[in-house]
């Protein structure tokens, strides 16, 4: 078995695109170095990400394919699932064989497998763009820590950009170790390692239990319905709610 393994960029799963084609090699498994478990049956090829390789391939799939094709495979790559190398290449396959009418496609395995992660992401984003909670740390910058299934912490950082375009912020991908910085101005994806203990502004707790209070007083007691809340909420997100604490 012929797998590629990348370092887990976005980069460098195009560079492995880019070698399968002009070495005329059908890998099997395309994976993040991460994900790989070793297996003395498989043929390993490490593949070197190579900015130049990657753009290369991104601008044939935006002129080749199109622009939506292109954030498919992109919303696809967030998932972070083990086997999107290998639906991203047999999906971009298809699509500069028969171009633009990809998306038309749908009964066919390779694009209907793209369609549902893209559907996925898309349904956790809008989720989460109601879910996020943030809290007034020292230095007038709010904080928002979060654990989304998948990594959106970039999809929905333009969302807040545009309601909280007067804050400093940030928002916290607990899982990843990543987050959205934002200073008023510009916003980035950066690293983030919290190894000591928040510090809050001395309201921000009391502003807590008043939006507790309000939580509690807009509720209709005939009409909670906890098995259609967790339905419609999984548990995996209230960790971070203010409400459910």
Not at 89 to 104: F, R
Not at 141 to 161: M, T
Not at 163 to 188: C, F, M, P, T
């Amino acid at each position: 078995m012929l797998c590629y393994i990348y370092d887990g960029s976005f980069d460098g799963l195009l560079t492995s695109i880019y070698e399968a084609y002009y070495r005329k090699e059908v890998p099997e498994r395309i994976l993040f170095s991460e994900d790989y478990q070793e297996n003395f049956l498989d043929k390993k090829v490490h593949i070197h990400t190579d900015p130049e390789k990657a753009r290369k391939v991104y601008e044939s799939i935006r002129t080749k394919i199109s622009k939506r094709a292109l954030e498919n495979i992109f919303y696809t790559y967030l998932t972070e699932l083990e086997d999107t190398g290998i639906w991203i290449y047999e999906y971009l396959k298809l699509g500069w064989k028969i171009g633009g009418g990809i998306e038309d496609n749908i009964a066919d395995d390779r694009v209907l497998k793209i369609h549902k992660a893209r559907l996925s992401i898309d349904r956790e984003r809008h989720l989460m763009l109601g879910l996020v909670r943030f809290g007034c740390l020292e230095g007038n910058v709010y904080y928002a820590p979060i654990e989304p299934k998948f990594n959106i912490v970039g999809l929905i950082a333009p969302h807040f950009v545009d309601r909280l375009s007067d804050q400093s912020w940030i928002i916290h991908d607990v899982k990843r170790g990543i987050g959205a910085v934002y200073n008023g101005e510009d916003w980035i994806i950066r690293d983030i390692d919290v190894n000591k203990e928040l510090k809050y502004d001395r309201d921000e707790f009391g502003y807590q239990e008043l939006w507790k209070e309000y939580f509690k007083a807009i509720a209709i007691k005939n009409r909670i319905n906890p098995k259609l809340q967790k339905r419609n909420m999984p548990m995996r997100y209230w960790r971070y709610l203010v409400e459910k604490n």
